[in-house]
Each structure stands twice: as C-alpha cells, then as structure tokens.
C-alpha cells in the first residue's frame, strides 16, 4: 500500500501541470488543431470545396455559384465554361493536403501576426483539386487547380473565395475557356476519271421576312412551284407565330434549283435569298448519299460508309478566350489533329452516269439503272428516280419478271435443249388448280420454238416444260450468274436469291421470275453482262475497298453463251425488245414484267429490260416500278440511255 500511494503522489504534479496545458490550450480554439467551435479548419475547408465541386460537376452553375462570395460573377463565369467546353463530363478530385492560405489569396494574417480569434483571413485555407472534362470526340482533359475557402458562409459552411484562377489556374478577369474545334477537310467522292461525285456546291437559303411578307398568296404559290415537298399551310402556321423581324426558314436550294426560279421568287416581298456552300452529291445522290449540313458527317451510301476516311481528322484546342470579343488569348491543350480526308474513288463513268439520270428523269417515274462493263464487272452507271431517294438501283429487292428468263433458258441449254426445239406457247398452262397465261393472254403456234418463245417472252412455253427441272436446278444455274452469293461491290448491294423450289406450283412462278425469286437492278445487269462476256465478273464500285470478288462456282458452256446471245438478239430483232432495234453498237435484250401486290392489294407491274451492246462493252439493266410492260415502258428509256452513251 506504502508503494502505491508513494507511487501516484509522485505523479500527481505532472497530471496537474498537462490539464492546466489543456485548459489554457483550449481557451486559446488551437488544441489538437480545432477552432474556438470544436471544428477542424482544415475538413470543414474540404467539406465547403466539395460541396461547390459537387455542383459544378453536376451541371448546376447557380448552386455552386451560392456557395461563392461572389455568386454573380461564379454563375456567369462557370455557365460561360459550360456552353464554350461543351463537356460530356466533369469529375474532380483531391489533389492534396488541406493548407493554410497566404496573402496572395487574401488571407490577411494569414500568419496568425494579428491574434484575432476566428478572423477569416487567419483561418483561410487552400483545397487542391484536379479537374478532368470529357471532350466531345476527344476524350479526357485535366489540370490542377486550387480553391481558397474562408469560415463565415450564409449557411455557417465555408465559403469558397471566388476568382476565375479557381476555374483555371492561367484564367484571368473577363476571360473564360473554349473548346475550338475545326473539321477536316473533308475530301469528295471521285469518278472514275477523278471528276466530284460529291464535293462543295452552292445553295440558297430561303426564308421568310414575316413584317414585309405583303402578299401571302404569291409566296405561297412560288413556293410551291419549287416541288421541294413545302407545306406551304405549316409554313403560314409559323409565319404567323414569328415575330415581324424574326427570319423563318423555309428550304435550302441547289444553285440550279434556285436559279430556275430565282426571278418568281424575288418579285415576292418578304422572301429572302442567302448564298452559302454547302457538301453536296452531284452525280449518282442515291448511290453516293449524303452529309448532315450540322454535323458534317456522312449519312447515307458511300458518304457515310467511308465517313471516317472521307472525313480526315479534325483539329481542336482548348483555349483562354476574351468574353467580350471571343478571341483567343492562350491554347492551354491542342489535339493532333487538321488533316484532311481520303477521296473515294469510283468507277462510275460520268458520261454514262448523266445519260442514265437523264432518261430516268424523263420517264419520270421512280426506277433505277445501272450499266456494267461486262470485261470487268466495273459499275460504269448506278441511276435512281427520284435522285435523292432509295437505291433501289444497288439494293433493290424485287421480282424480275421475263428478265429471268436468261438464267431459265440457261438451265435448259445447259440441260441439253437447242433453239431450235419446239416448245410451243400456249395461251394458259394449270399447275394444280392455279392458271398461268402470258401478258395480255397471247399465244403462238404449237410449233413455236425456244429461241421465238423467248424472244416474245412466252410465259407457258417455260411452264410446259418444267418437267426439265429438278426443284434446285433453277438454283445452281443461277451460280453461274452469281446470283445469291455476297459480293463485295465496295458498297451496299442486295445480291439477289434464288430459293430452292418447295413445290410445283413454285417451280412454276420461279421459271418466269415471279414467287420467291428477288434481284436488284445490279444482279440483272450483271446477268446480261455475264452473257455478253461469257463468265461471271463480280460488279465493282469501289475498287481500293471491294475486297476479293465472288466467283462463280460453276460456268456457262460455250454453247450455251452462243445460245442466250443470238436469243438476246432475236428478241431486239423480232421480239419484244424492239424498243432497241435502233440503238447504235448491235444491242441485245431481254425484257420482264413482275406482277406484285401493292400495300392497298392491288395487283400492278414494275417493268424490266436488260441487254447489252454487242459492239461495246456495255451491259445494262431498267426498271420501272409499279405499272407498264418491259417492252412497251422500260424499252424506250433503255433506248434513250444507250442512243446518249458516248461512243
């Protein structure tokens, strides 16, 4: 007992001593580092930073911008760093420990020299962060910045010390930052002979000045002899509802388009006109596509298949720019960047192009051809009606009626018949119950051979004799034609299908290219060129990007191709193709006309013919979609395409 008691007095003074320390300490706010209010300066300083943090980073300018001394200049400064940045993120994070402010900053006594308990410039404290933004097509940008916070907020939070050097370390009075960002040049669609397909072109904008718009009726009608699809009563809507100075846009015009009626359109008061470049497909639109005028990329065709190499690389930098003036002041980070794009290069021949659009155009009906140079199965032509719509001409999927009748005469060639054999044509042939005639119900004698069968496009000659035909010989032949294989064109392409037969009756319609038989435009040029050269060529567009070609597994013998071609030019000379018999360089053809059910359905037609020019290296497929026969419709616009061909 002696011991412990001798021990504890012993220690009794020191105890004392350390409580007095405590209690003095604490009278003084700086024991164990905490203010007079039992707080941490240096956690209550973080907690502040990361409140105003938080809200920057979500997007919310005002928030953050209260948690400042100075909300007015915040908001406006952090909303201005949110237009110009357009970042897609914002994330920030510690940078480092928590330290007291200097004078720099603003924190008067910084160094504790004035002995005011709970000043604010004695307490002021510096927060590191790390800022990162993620740049729209750039990825991340970061850098290290600092916040001052002082003890005293609305709220008893800290309160952060609002500079612009907050939002960047080099930012300066009036001064915010901007994401410059500057499109490749983007690099044109090229024809075989390294004319624009595609490329800068000149176009209007209309619109409309609401208080001078004196005469509606007028603007009215001249808008709409443009025949560029305006709901001219929408349109009034909007007019109606713009104030008297407001602009209301109305529609963008080709140079041509506008020119044709610039002189009706500027006798209108109110009407404007603004002159402007824009990327614009002169040739082959379907085909090529086309290129959001926003955005600047490619969304449609070959212009959106090879966007990014057509498109290049842009440049970009952000910048310190005057508010005032937009000017930039210093580049804080620039990106690689600023090269121009890669041309395409097609095989479309420009002279057989525009003779193409041209016949479509005349014809005025939506259809599509193409032309082929069988030597090579180079695309020389791939024309669309309406210019700016589908390309029905590569992707089309559609029955091609008598056309067909090349692959079906093929198998029987190939099968052991001549030309000269009788197959007769009588006006209706019945397949279980189901009747087949020919078009307009014709007929010809018994003794009607295959090759004046095919010539006049004898539906029940085929059917009659489909005994020849095992329910995958229409298949196989169509190999030799490469229909239904994928073919690597350099573009999108519906390569055509030639199912195997499920029963007679489907024999039936497949022999005269009806029932599940589907091409394009393109298949059908290419079995017209196949003939004409005597093997399969794969169509190409786009030869540096193609890929290796399709080829045929099996061929055409000899006497096969020598069969189809003088069958092709009897039906020119004696048959139903005589829409060409006047077509300079020896043309060869076949025409069709597919029977299909429309939406409402009705039965109507799309019109067919396909050939070649014996004497060039030209091979060619038209079609007209919904009414008319292959002879008396397609053959004229074929007609008119090849007569305009440059020899």
């Not at 060129?529 to 597994?553: I, K, N, S």
């Not at 006047?582 to 006309?593: A, E, N, S």
């Amino acid at each position: 007992m002696t011991h412990r008691t001798h021990s504890r007095g012993g220690r009794r003074p020191l105890l004392l001593s350390v409580s007095l320390l405590v209690v003095l300490l604490a009278a003084t706010g700086v024991v164990l580092g905490l203010r007079g209010d039992g707080t941490d300066p240096d956690a209550a300083a973080r907690a502040g930073a990361q409140r105003f943090l938080d809200a920057w980073a979500a997007g919310e300018p005002e928030r953050a911008a209260a948690y400042t001394d100075d909300p007015e200049a915040a908001r406006s400064l952090l909303e201005s760093v949110a237009t110009h940045l357009r970042a897609e993120d914002v994330e920030f994070a510690p940078a480092g420990p928590v330290t007291a402010a200097d004078g720099e900053d603003g924190a008067d006594g910084a160094d504790g020299a004035d002995g005011a308990d709970g000043a604010d410039g004695a307490d002021a404290r510096t927060v590191p962060f790390t800022a990162t933004f993620t740049l729209p097509g750039l990825g991340d940008w970061s850098y290290a910045s600092e916040a001052v916070l002082r003890p005293g907020g609305a709220d008893g939070g800290w309160q952060v010390a609002w500079r612009p050097a907050l939002v960047h370390p080099e930012l300066g009075e009036e001064q915010t930052l901007v994401l410059n960002q500057g499109r490749g040049e983007r690099a044109p669609v090229l024809a075989a002979d390294g004319s624009e397909l595609a490329g800068p072109g000149t176009v209007w904008e209309v619109s409309i000045w609401p208080g001078r718009l004196t005469d509606r009726d007028a603007a009215w009608a001249a808008l709409d002899a443009l025949d560029a699809g305006i709901d001219t009563d929408a349109l009034a809507g909007r007019v109606a509802a713009a104030g008297e100075d407001e602009a209301v846009p109305v529609v963008t015009l080709r140079e041509a388009a506008f020119e044709e009626h610039a002189e009706r359109l500027r006798a209108v008061p109110g009407l404007q006109f603004a002159e402007g470049t824009r990327q614009l497909t002169h040739a082959a639109r379907a085909v090529v596509g086309a290129v959001d005028p926003g955005s600047g990329a490619g969304v449609s065709g070959l212009e959106e298949r090879y966007d990014e190499r057509l498109a290049g690389t842009a440049s970009a930098a952000v910048v310190i720019a005057d508010r005032a003036s937009g000017a930039a002041v210093e580049t804080l980070h620039a990106w690689e960047g600023g090269e121009p794009g890669e041309p395409v290069v097609t095989t479309l021949d420009p002279a057989a192009q525009r003779a193409a659009e041209e016949a479509l155009a005349d014809a005025g009906r939506e259809g599509a051809i193409v032309a082929l140079r069988p030597s090579t199965g180079e695309v020389l032509a791939a024309a669309d009606w309406p210019a700016d719509g589908f390309s029905r001409s590569l992707s089309g999927q559609l029955a091609p009626g008598s056309t067909f009748k090349v692959v079906t005469a093929a198998a029987l060639l190939e099968g052991g018949m001549t030309p000269q054999d009788v197959v007769g044509c009588p006006r209706y042939v019945t397949v279980n119950g189901f009747t087949y005639e020919n078009q307009d119900e014709f007929e010809l004698a018994p003794d009607t051979t295959l090759r004046e069968a095919f010539a006049a496009s004898c539906n029940t000659a085929l059917i009659e004799h489909r005994d020849r035909f095992a329910d995958d010989t229409l298949h196989t032949t169509a190999q030799a034609f490469g229909i239904g294989a994928e073919w690597r064109v350099g573009a999108a392409t519906f390569d055509g299908g030639v199912p195997v037969a499920g029963d007679e009756n489907e024999l039936a319609a497949s022999l005269i290219g009806q029932g599940r038989v589907q091409t394009s435009p393109l298949v059908m040029a290419s079995v017209a060129a196949t003939v004409a050269d005597g093997t399969f060529r794969q169509p190409v567009l786009v030869p540096d990007a193609a890929g290796a070609p399709h080829e045929a597994p099996t061929t055409l013998a000899p006497a096969t191709v020598e069969a189809l071609r003088s069958m092709m030019r009897a039906t020119v000379t004696e048959g139903s193709a005589s829409a060409l018999a006047g077509v300079p360089g020896l043309p060869h053809g076949k025409t069709g006309t597919a029977e299909f059910e429309t939406a409402d359905g009705e039965l109507s037609t799309n019109a067919w013919i396909i050939g070649y020019l014996g004497e060039r290296d030209v091979a060619f497929a038209v079609v007209l979609e919904d009414g008319g026969s292959g002879g008396r419709d397609a053959g004229p616009v074929a007609a008119a395409f090849l007569t305009a061909l440059e020899p």
